[in-house]
């Protein structure tokens, strides 16, 4: 299994720009989350979504938007990028089931200038 | 709305001491998690504590739980240069699907 993996590694955008960055993992797990780590913070949760279909809102979903058609895939689309959304963005999942135990992919640094 | 607190923010030790890192939590929940980040890195999970009292072991690491308390301690035996990293406790909100995670701890090991 590769896990959870997440595309891209690296990426900077202008002010205003908008892109999705991409989550998948090929575990079958029915929960997937996306955080955000500031420099020197622990880790924000923005969406997170309990099986294909239903999604729902963190501690900080304002500015972005996700969908989850599969279970495999959970996109965070960010629309009008803002300086404030400079962070590194990690994807988790986790299986239905005792002791809800996150797995996480390895992250994606995005600078917004 | 559950906090997690976690101290010392920033700890710079000498190899073959030991230490602990706290992590306070502020409301009542059923499962803690403790993780460890490499610069530039995802988290890699250490150890996850369900039940009052709880104490689990891997190498130099040891963690417990005491729910009472609300409290949990990530102790380091005799730290290596290995070790150096930061470490996260993450605490799981009673009812629902969320973590809330602490602010981590910077670990140094000094040679």
């Known amino acids: 299994n590769a896990g959870v993996t997440q595309t891209p590694k690296f990426r900077i955008l202008k002010i205003g720009q908008s892109m999705t960055l991409q989550c998948a993992q090929d575990?079958?797990?029915?929960?997937m989350y996306w955080y955000r780590q500031d420099p020197g913070m622990g880790l924000k949760l923005i969406y997170y979504?309990?099986?294909?279909?239903?999604?729902d809102k963190g501690e900080v979903p304002n500015g972005y938007n996700v969908s989850r058609s599969t279970t495999e895939d959970f996109p965070l689309r960010l629309e009008l990028a803002a300086p404030s959304q400079t962070s590194v963005y990690f994807c988790?999942?986790?299986?239905?089931?005792?002791?809800?135990?996150?797995?996480f992919g390895p992250g994606t640094r995005l600078t917004v200038t | 709305e559950l906090k997690v607190e976690q101290n010392p923010l920033f700890l710079s030790m000498q190899e073959g001491k030991n230490y602990t890192i706290y992590c306070n939590y502020s409301?009542?929940?059923?499962?803690l998690y403790w993780y460890r980040q490499d610069p530039g890195k995802s988290l890699e999970s250490l150890f996850v504590?369900?039940?009052?009292?709880a104490v689990k072991q891997e190498g130099r690491l040891m963690a417990s739980l005491d729910t009472k308390a609300r409290l949990s301690t990530l102790h380091i035996t005799a730290a290596v240069h290995d070790l150096s990293a930061t470490y996260f406790c993450?605490?799981?909100?009673?009812?629902?699907?969320?973590?809330?995670f602490g602010t981590g701890t910077r670990l140094t090991i000094i040679p």
């Open positions: 988790a999942s986790r299986p239905w089931g005792w002791p809800y135990e996150q797995y």
């Open positions: 575990m079958n797990h029915n929960y």
């Open positions: 979504s309990v099986g294909a279909g239903i999604t």
């Open positions: 409301t009542t929940s059923d499962r």
């Open positions: 504590l369900l039940s009052n009292g």
């Open positions: 993450a605490v799981g909100d009673l009812g629902n699907e969320k973590l809330t």
